[in-house]
């Protein structure tokens, strides 16, 4: 049976799901709830001088019938006194002293860091996260990302927390800069335990046209936001990979941004994170998605025979290399199963369209099942990517599997294109239809002009 | 039996004739919308006889533009809210539909497009200009579907437009003939006059075109004449006792119940003869109104019969029984029918045979007749008759007028489509027809 249990750099909790610092951590009350309905840790709603906030806060990206595929945020921080915040993280801790309960703090002198970390300490938080992430709002006031943005100084306030702090502290990442390693390497250098990331994305989710405002629209008018949920996962596991790669980081990392279910969580652990952290799910759902990311990762680590957390923990990283280090030679091409297609000529009109004009319909019209031309075929997936099927097209591995060669290779043999028409060109002696050929195609019965 | 309680109300009889097709709301459409793959190429459009560009009205639906998903149904179909509901829609678009070979329920098309149509319609949005004016003017005979597509297509491309109809309402079978649980009256009257505010043709009401002195006006006044009048009454069965009462012909019934409502005399034991939709609806409709026992009777087996699956099934859901391989042979009764004298047949090498001595009785104490409807060839043959002689035009035995592709009858200043051309099919059919009608009569004008 799975062993759920973690430990991130001396933060213990039953399993490696955690809530992030937001709305769902406003309140002891809400962490009781969450806590109690199975979640393992919780980063406290990010404590300091209390803010006022505006109304409306949320935006959102609906993908057809989707609801909030992004989410975008207008708040700050904690807008309650950290009195009350801090009689709460102690009632929650004496309730569930196995769960780890994470202060999140965001002050600005080094007073203030130190006298904070002392009352949450006291308070028996077993663990600090650094907000240096915020996108919006605290950074106009010399937080937040704008801290998280220049290493020097995000690397000297950890140097100020690591002076007092006796628990283990996280440094959260803004992901609003080019180089996420940098801030990592400054978050280890100034002595961090661990990073966590990423923190919300600079955002406008969409502009009322009507009235000419993005959203969130507060009194006619808006500002920037920060962008999350699951839009947001492909940026934060690559900026997790680059951290969990990079050899001067090599701290733990709590993996965020659009986890929703057991196999996001996965994703992020084969990519190096140790434990997950989650808000727009809950924020959507509610505690009880819980139950199903349980359950559902515990099923896939004893089919796979993994014990624990820490044996498929990074088990991706060696598998994801520097391009020039692919195999040139490994081919591919798509094959469709007549038995599952059911015609409705997306591959076509897509690979026709968007990619290498490398599927061909039947001249019977009644048939409207398309085929493949292998010899067009460049394997780029596309076709598989939009057949709404499933396994319907899959993508038929056509080398003998004996040769590898890469560009760094081929670079290094002289063996590569160098001039604008060099002979080398990969797409040389691929079919290309004549431009003119496009205009003499059959189109279909209703298009018109 | 009796799954519905005899209406005595207007609220009584809204609940039976609840609408198969209900509106959908904003959210429903925005779901369903969301489903559609966006097809290449897609096959309801090539199912549907109007060839509506349907994934593009269905993607504007989903964007939020849904004044042009009605612009995207109507340039194809003038009748596109009627159609939405009334359409057969599982043997056409949806039947098409990619998501039937996935075992994935298919788009329900017929209820986007009547969500998106209605919407433009309750706004009175206008989204056509009619064209520059060409000086020409057509008269067409029956505010049908093919009458008042004919009429849209015609006042698009210029042409004044003077509409008489035979009765007090206009839309055809839409009005008298559809089932009351597929279209409302006033759907289907709102929607010409949706059409008429845009289009600005006229209709004369009351004014059935008969005798040969009206067709000589109308030749003398218009450039051009469009024959929109459909079928005619029920035929006759041809067998003793058909003219007791309690006999009735189905679509007669059904006008009578489209107009009269809970009002509508309906026996307690129904006969309904025949196998097609026509004698379907009329089945459904009888249980509707609380008849105690419904039988369709058909003389072969069901397999053979027109009708769609489907309407057989509604039948069935309804409440109705059904009688194969039997021919009626007698209406028996004194004066009101008391039953219905049937014979059992086999079919041997695709005929049916009587079987001697199989005779039995049915009782009942209402007969609907769904033998078809029969050809208009009274008025036909006025037009026919003068021109027969000069031009050589011709109606077929059936009474059909036989046109050429632009739906010219061999007359060139006669036009015609829907159920007078083809036998009666659909409304999407009459639609699709007159629309190729109207540029049949707009090549014909430039000339
Ligand atoms: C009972 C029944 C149910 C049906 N159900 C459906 C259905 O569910 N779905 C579907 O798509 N189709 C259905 N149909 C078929 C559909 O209604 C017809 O195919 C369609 O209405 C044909 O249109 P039309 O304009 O050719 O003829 P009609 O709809 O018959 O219109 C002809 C018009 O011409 C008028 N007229 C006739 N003679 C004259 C004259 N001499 N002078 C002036 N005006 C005249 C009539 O009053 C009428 O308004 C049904 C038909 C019947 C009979
Ligand atoms: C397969 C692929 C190849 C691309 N190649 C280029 C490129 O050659 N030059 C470029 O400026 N952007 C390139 N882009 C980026 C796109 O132009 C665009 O900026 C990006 O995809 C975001 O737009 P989207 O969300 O509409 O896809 C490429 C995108 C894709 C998907
Ligand atoms: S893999 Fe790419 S090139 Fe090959 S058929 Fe599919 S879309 Fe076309
Ligand atoms: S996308 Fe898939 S289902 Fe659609 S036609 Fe192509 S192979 Fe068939
Ligand atoms: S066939 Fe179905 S899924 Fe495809 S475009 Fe038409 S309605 Fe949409």
Redo the contacts between chains.
């Keep these: 049976m799975a062993d759920l249990r973690t430990n991130l750099a001396g933060i213990k909790s039953p399993n490696p799901f955690w809530l992030a610092s937001a709305p769902p951590t406003n309140s002891g009350y809400q962490i009781m709830k969450a806590f109690d309905a199975g979640w393992g840790g919780a980063v406290w709603k990010t404590l300091g001088v209390p803010v006022v906030n505006v109304s409306s806060r949320y935006g959102s990206v609906n993908y057809r019938d989707k609801r909030m595929v992004g989410f975008n945020n207008i708040e700050l921080i904690t807008d309650r006194p950290l009195k009350d915040n801090l009689r709460e993280i102690s009632e929650v801790k004496k309730r569930f002293p196995e769960h780890a309960v994470i202060a999140s703090l965001m002050v600005e002198t080094r007073e203030e860091w130190h006298s904070i970390i002392r009352d949450v300490e006291n308070a028996g938080a077993d663990g600090i996260e650094l907000n240096f992430g915020c996108p919006h709002g605290m950074c106009e006031r010399g937080m937040g990302s704008a801290v998280g943005q220049e290493p020097k100084v995000l690397q000297t306030i950890v140097g100020w927390v690591k002076e007092v702090a006796k628990v283990p502290v996280i440094t959260k990442l803004t992901p609003n800069i080019s180089d996420i390693t940098r801030p990592a390497r400054a978050a280890r250098a100034g002595g961090s335990d661990a990073i966590s990331l990423i923190n919300t994305i600079q955002s406008i989710v969409g502009v009322d046209i009507d009235q000419f405002v993005p959203y969130p629209i507060v009194d006619g008018q808006s500002t920037n936001g920060g962008y999350c949920g699951p839009a947001v996962k492909p940026i934060a596991l690559n900026m997790v990979k680059n951290c969990a790669q990079h050899p001067e980081v090599g701290i733990p990392i709590s993996g965020i941004g659009g986890v929703e279910n057991w196999r996001d969580a996965v994703e992020f652990i084969l990519l190096g994170a140790t434990t997950v952290q989650v808000c727009t799910a809950v924020m959507h759902f509610g505690f009880g998605i819980i139950r199903e990311i349980l359950p559902g990762i515990e099923r896939y680590m004893d089919e796979k025979g993994f014990k624990t957390i820490e044996d498929f923990r990074g088990k991706a990283l060696p598998n994801i290399k520097h391009w020039e280090d692919l195999n040139l030679k490994y081919k591919v091409t798509a094959s469709i199963n007549e038995s599952k297609c059911i015609g409705c000529q997306l591959c076509y009109t897509a690979c026709e369209d968007g990619a290498h004009q490398a599927i061909a319909l039947s001249n019977d019209p009644a048939n409207r099942i398309p085929t493949i031309i292998d010899e067009n075929c460049v394997g780029c997936n596309l076709c598989s990517l939009v057949c709404p099927v499933e396994d319907c097209i899959t993508m038929e591995r056509r080398d003998d599997a004996k040769q590898h060669l890469t560009w760094a290779e081929r670079t290094a043999a002289g063996n590569i294109p160098k001039t604008f028409n060099d002979e080398l060109a990969g797409g040389l002696h691929h079919w290309v239809p004549e431009p003119g050929e496009a205009l003499a195609k059959k189109k279909p019965r209703h298009y018109k002009g | 039996m009796a799954e519905y309680k005899r209406p005595s109300t207007e609220a009584e009889f809204a609940a039976n004739f609840s609408p198969k097709k209900p509106l959908m709301s904003d959210t429903e459409a925005?779901?369903e919308s969301?489903?559609c793959?966006?097809?290449?190429?897609?096959?309801c459009?090539?199912a549907c006889p109007t060839?509506i560009?349907i994934p593009t009205f269905i993607r504007q639906i989903?964007n939020d533009n849904k004044d042009g998903a009605a612009k995207t149904i109507y340039e194809s179909n003038w009748f596109g809210h009627a159609c939405g509901n009334v359409c057969p829609t599982e043997e056409l678009c949806e039947g098409a539909c990619?998501?039937n070979?996935?075992d994935v329920k298919p788009i329900e098309i017929g209820r986007l497009q009547a969500h998106a149509t209605d919407k433009v319609i309750r706004s009175k949005k206008k989204l056509f200009i009619t064209g520059k004016p060409t000086g020409k003017k057509v008269a067409v005979i029956g505010a049908g579907p093919a009458g008042v597509s004919c009429a849209c297509e015609l006042r698009m491309l210029g042409h004044s437009v003077d509409i008489f109809e035979a009765r007090a309402k206009a839309s055809g079978l839409c009005v008298h003939g559809v089932a009351p649980y597929k279209l409302t009256n006033e759907e289907a009257v709102d929607e010409i006059a949706y059409l008429q505010e845009q289009f600005g043709f006229n209709i004369h009401y009351n004014k059935p075109v008969n005798g040969r002195a009206e067709l000589d006006k109308l030749e003398k006044d218009y450039d051009a004449i469009f024959i929109g009048i459909g079928l005619g009454a029920t035929s006759a069965l041809g067998i003793p006792g058909e003219n007791k009462k309690g006999v009735m012909g189905a679509l007669e019934f059904v006008e009578v119940l489209r107009n009269k409502h809970q009002a509508t005399a309906v026996g307690n034991a129904v006969i309904v003869l025949g196998g097609g939709n026509t004698a379907m609806d009329a089945a459904s409709e009888s249980c509707r109104m609380g008849a105690e026992s419904v039988i369709i009777a058909y003389r072969r087996g069901p397999e053979e019969m027109g009708a769609y699956s489907f309407e057989f099934d509604l039948a069935k859901k309804s409440g109705s029984k059904a009688l194969f391989n039997v021919t009626p042979v007698e209406i028996m009764g004194n004066g009101s029918v008391t039953g219905v004298k049937f014979i059992r047949n086999k079919t041997a090498y695709g005929k049916i045979e009587a079987i001697p001595g199989s005779e039995f009785v049915e009782p009942c104490d209402m007969v609907l007749l769904g033998t078809g409807q029969g050809k208009q060839v009274e008025l036909l043959e006025q037009i026919s008759g003068v021109k027969l002689d000069q031009k050589g035009r011709i109606l077929d035995n059936r009474g059909r007028i036989v046109v050429n592709e632009h739906y010219q009858t061999s007359n060139p200043k006669y036009f015609a489509a829907g159920d007078a051309v083809n036998g009666g099919v659909e409304v999407v059919n009459a639609a699709a027809e007159a629309k190729k009608a109207a540029h049949g009569i707009d090549q014909y004008l430039k000339k």
Excluded: F, Q, T, W
Excluded at chain 2, 37 to 43: F, H, Q
């Design positions: 925005y779901y969301s489903r793959l966006y097809c290449y190429d897609a096959p459009i090539n060839g560009d989903n990619v998501y070979n996935s």
